[in-house]
Nanobody, 116 residues
Framework: VQVVESGGGLVQAGGSLRLSCAAS????????MGWYRQAPGKQRELVAA???????NYADSVKGRFTISRDITKNMVYLQMNSLKAEDTAVYYC???????????WGQGTQVTVSS
């Protein structure tokens, strides 16, 4: 399974970006799909996750500003990011997990830079 993120870039504070995560195969087998981020000098952290049943969870720092969604028919996962802040600057990664088998796949990451 190949996982490829896109949609990152440079944006001013207060702006929006939409990240996309494309999987080479069907995402139906992945019952947990998440977006993580890693800022320079910091550990990778969970930003948002969505389960096969549609339930979601978010890091406190992005609640109310970010929205995770998925389109099973297109094998895509999205992260809509609004009201971006300088502290959102990081490399964003998509992770697809099959909780039944324990297998997980990461993308290569996409850079998001928010200028203040």
């Amino acid at each position: 399974v190949q996982v490829v993120e896109s949609g990152g870039g440079l944006v001013q504070a207060g702006g929006s970006l939409r990240l996309s995560c494309a999987a080479s195969g069907s995402t139906f087998s992945f019952n947990l799909m998440g977006w993580y981020r890693q800022a320079p000098g910091k550990q990778r952290e969970l930003v948002a996750a969505i389960r096969s049943g549609g339930s979601t969870n978010y890091a406190d720092s992005v609640k109310g500003r970010f929205t995770i969604s998925r389109d099973i028919t297109k094998n895509m996962v999205y992260l809509q990011m609004n009201s971006l802040k300088a502290e959102d600057t990081a490399v964003y990664y998509c992770k697809l997990t099959n909780l039944n088998t324990g297998s997980a796949y990461w993308g290569q990451g996409t850079q998001v830079t928010v200028s203040s």
